[in-house]
């Protein structure tokens, strides 16, 4: 158990609809990063917020959106569902550090989400 | 733009045996960080091992070590005593200094012969 959590662990939804997918981090982890695992496309980073502040983005989607709470967790919205969206997300955590300092990321469970 | 490149898609090991699986990276950067994740069956996403690029020792974990090799922007994961439940998808990550995005390569699938 990495100690992130995350949920829900299934999502099966429809096209056009809109999800958000939760994560809470490791105790005293600042940083959270999301990333999505596709059979085409690999792993793929989203985006990295760092004590509330979005630090960088990646590949993602314009429907797509995120924010970290005062709390620290943090949400990915996914809106206008296609197909596509299909995947695995995870969401990692690492800290306390946010300037780069080589802190290891450690994965949560992940979230499948299926589009149908 | 880094690259991470893992050019065996697949590969078998007897139970007990060594196995080395490849990973090569490209990058201009001179301080960054690399990574082994393990991804069983289950999908989770587990650290097997890590290496700072400044230090000229390599990595160990146990049955894990790493051959890195900065020149030739080589970083392999060597298994010793292949154990069944070592079975898995491997990710080779790669994170440059001051950016902690990790970029990964597409894997190997390590399976493990009884």
């Known amino acids: 158990d990495s100690g992130v959590t995350q949920t829900p662990k299934h999502l099966i939804t429809a096209t056009g609809q809109r999800v958000t997918l939760r994560c809470s981090p490791r105790?005293?982890?600042?940083?959270v990063y999301w990333y999505q695992q596709s059979l085409d496309q690999g792993l793929q980073f989203l985006i990295h917020?760092?004590?509330?502040?979005?630090?960088a983005k990646g590949n993602i989607l314009e429907r797509f959106s995120a924010q970290q709470f005062p709390d620290l967790h943090s949400e990915l919205n996914l809106s206008s569902l296609e197909l596509g969206d299909s995947a695995l997300y995870f969401c990692?955590?690492?800290?306390?550090f946010g300037g780069g300092l080589g802190d290891t990321q450690y994965f949560g469970p992940g979230t499948r989400l299926t589009v149908l | 733009a880094q690259t991470v490149t893992q050019s065996q898609p697949e590969m078998s090991v007897q139970e007990a045996e060594t196995v080395t699986l490849s990973c090569t990276y490209d990058?201009?950067?001179?301080?960054?960080?690399l990574f082994w994740y393990k991804q069983p069956p289950s999908r989770q996403m587990i650290l097997v091992i890590r290496?700072?690029?400044?230090?000229?020792q390599n990595a160990t974990e146990n049955r894990f070590s790493v051959n890195f090799q900065k020149a030739a922007k080589s970083f392999s994961l060597k298994i010793s005593d292949s154990q069944l439940g070592d079975a898995a998808m491997y990710f080779c990550?790669?994170?440059?200094?001051?950016?902690?995005?990790?970029?990964f390569g597409t894997g190997t699938r390590l399976t493990i012969i009884p």
């Open positions: 990692a955590s690492s800290g306390p």
């Open positions: 105790s005293g982890d600042l940083s």
């Open positions: 917020y760092y004590n509330g502040e979005e630090r």
């Open positions: 990058t201009s950067e001179s301080d960054y960080y």
């Open positions: 290496q700072e690029a400044y230090k000229q």
């Open positions: 990550a790669y994170s440059p200094f001051g950016n902690e995005k990790l970029t």
